[in-house]
């Protein structure tokens, strides 16, 4: 980039300009526009290299607390799952969506999806993506659709012992939870009894 600087050069010839560069690091040319005036523009593309060192880099993934098929880690969410998938993937769901939806109605659209198409995991592998979105974990042992395709209770399973271990009770719903971490939050610590201290 050039900055102008206007120099007089007798009457009736009117104000010509000088350029001076400016320090940009990118090189610069004068352009004619036709009619007597000029722009400034650059003499080349800006080096990729520049442009990639102000991308931000990704965001670094965790790994999931269990394994896919550690489903016995937990025998009763395993039991409630093979048995009534609606009812694990509504309360995953509710969590997920940090209580903008209800544990039954998920359950309830769960079950409508299966009933009619068979296919409840394209909706199942949806809030798995959203889970590992909000937590950083990777997309593990391969993408989500292919895992809730094949392995729908399993998935189902994982995650519910994923939220379990970040201190989630999936059986009393979100704002259950809210307000428990919130009274958690509010005790205050125990003093001790002047009396009975030790001398």
Not at 9 to 23: A, K
Request: with cysteine.
């Amino acid at each position: 980039m050039h900055q102008s600087k206007p120099t007089t050069t007798g009457p009736g010839r009117g104000t010509q300009y000088t350029l001076e560069p400016l320090t940009t690091g990118i090189p610069m040319q004068m352009v004619s526009t036709g009619n007597g005036y000029y722009t400034v523009e650059p003499t080349a593309q800006p080096n990729s290299a520049l442009l990639h060192a102000f991308e931000m880099e990704p965001q670094a993934t965790m790994p999931w607390s269990t394994g896919l098929c550690h489903c016995f880690d937990d025998p009763r969410n395993c039991c409630v799952t093979c048995w009534c998938p609606c009812v694990t993937f509504g309360q995953i769901a509710e969590i997920v969506d940090r209580g903008s939806s209800a544990c039954g109605t998920n359950g309830a659209l769960y079950m409508l999806i299966m009933c009619v198409t068979g296919c409840a995991c394209l909706f199942s592998c949806f809030y798995r993506a959203k889970m590992r979105s909000q937590y950083s974990l990777k997309e593990a042992p391969c993408g989500d659709c292919c895992i809730h395709c094949f392995c729908e209770p399993c998935a189902l399973c994982q995650e519910y012992r994923e939220l379990k271990r970040r201190g989630f009770d999936l059986k009393i719903g979100w704002h259950a939870n809210m307000e428990k971490q919130g009274q958690a939050a509010m005790v205050p610590p125990q003093l001790q009894d002047p009396m009975t201290r030790s001398h």
